[in-house]
């Protein structure tokens, strides 16, 4: 069983900064694709970034390209999302996920286990 919580949320005006943290503990976790996805309120849960647990290589959705950052900390066993340039349309419920195979990233129902989701509001 693997346990995901994620941390970092907030409030913070348009063109601002937070940086997302989801820790990860339970079984390892070394060949799982690590996804970060997002829920605003009457909409679909969306990918937003992924990283292997292993290895460089990132994933992001168009709509945060050049503005988010996917990374990893194995020795702590988290991953982070680093959001610059806020936009009002970023503001949502924010989830860690981990996907065991990882062939369809930005699909949430192949993931396997869910963070609790942490809110991310951005003011105009």
């Known amino acids: 069983q693997v346990q995901l919580v994620e941390s970092g949320g907030g409030l913070v005006q348009a063109g601002g900064s937070l940086r997302l943290s989801c820790a990860a503990s339970?079984?390892?976790?070394?060949?799982?694709?690590m996804g970060w996805f997002r829920q605003a309120p009457g909409k679909e849960r969306e990918f937003v970034a992924g990283i292997w647990w292993t290895g460089s290589t990132t994933y992001y959705a168009d709509s945060v390209k050049g503005r988010f950052t996917i990374s990893r900390d194995n020795a702590k066993n988290t991953v982070y999302l680093q959001m610059n340039s806020l936009k009002p349309e970023d503001t949502a419920v924010y989830y860690c996920a981990a996907d065991h195979w990882g062939l369809d990233k930005q699909d949430r129902k192949k993931y396997d286990y869910w963070g609790q989701g942490t809110q991310v509001t951005v003011s105009s």
């Open positions: 339970g079984r390892t976790l070394s060949n799982y694709f």
